[in-house]
């Protein structure tokens, strides 16, 4: 149980194009999901909390209107990357709970490079 | 900053022996914490986890070992296999009024030698 897919696993995109990376919980429902960004040989660093049905929550320092996200049903979350540049190449990594369960499960990430 | 934070960055282990895996945390007021393996170009896989109210817990071929006292969790691997090869991070939960937000370490790698 607790799987978490992501799609694509990875993508490449050339400069100024937008990315949609995908985020499912597959056998539970996820009332909260995480985005992830994490640099080689770094730790995660968390960029935004999404609640289903209701405007996601950005940490400090990142860009809502650079990176667009959407959880419109309790099983998916969309993370959106606009307007992408070259350092907006990472590894996309989200994360689900669901309901009082503290457990975060994670998705196998999405590498994108921008050319 | 992060209040979790990584002992050691890198550990090399012999295949067989045990590991031994530490952390240290700022918050006094976490009262869950997780252990996650992330091995290259994936990502992080649950181990263990452990609440406040615990100062241990065991699960297959792994140990988890918090000390409130002194603001540490430790993970243990016995018999550590090749396939144990990855970064290990803590975890713990700085919000739980706030969706259970997580805060990383800045992960251990650990290389199993053969």
């Known amino acids: 149980g607790a799987v978490v897919s992501q799609h694509p696993s990875w993508v490449i995109c050339k400069s100024g194009t937008s990315v949609k990376i995908e985020c499912r919980s597959l056998d539970f429902q996820a009332t909260t999901m995480f985005w992830y960004r994490q640099f080689p040989k770094q730790s995660l660093m968390l960029m935004a909390t999404s609640n289903e049905g209701s405007k996601a929550t950005y940490e400090q320092g990142v860009e809502k209107d650079k990176f667009l996200i959407n959880h419109a049903s309790l099983t998916l979350s969309t993370l959106t990357v606009t307007s992408a540049h070259p350092e907006d190449s990472s590894f996309y990594i989200c994360?689900?709970?669901?309901?009082?369960?503290?457990?975060?499960?994670f998705g196998p990430g999405t590498r994108l490079l921008v050319l | 900053g992060e209040s979790v934070g990584l002992h050691l960055p890198t550990l090399s282990v012999q295949e067989g022996d045990n590991s031994i895996i530490n952390c240290a945390y700022s918050?006094?007021?976490?009262?869950?914490f997780i252990w996650y393996k992330q091995e290259s170009g994936k990502g992080p896989q649950f181990i263990i986890d452990?609440?406040?109210?615990?100062d241990k817990r065991q699960g297959q071929r792994v140990t988890v070992l918090l000390n409130k006292t002194v603001k540490h969790l430790s993970l243990q691997i016995a018999a550590t296999q090749p396939g144990d090869s990855a970064v290990y991070f803590c975890a713990e939960n700085i919000d739980r009024s706030n969706d259970y937000k997580l805060s990383f370490g800045a992960g251990t790698t650990v290389t199993v030698r053969a």
């Open positions: 918050n006094s007021a976490s009262d869950y």
């Open positions: 452990i609440r406040s109210n615990m």
């Open positions: 994360s689900a709970h669901g309901g009082t369960q503290e457990t975060q499960y």
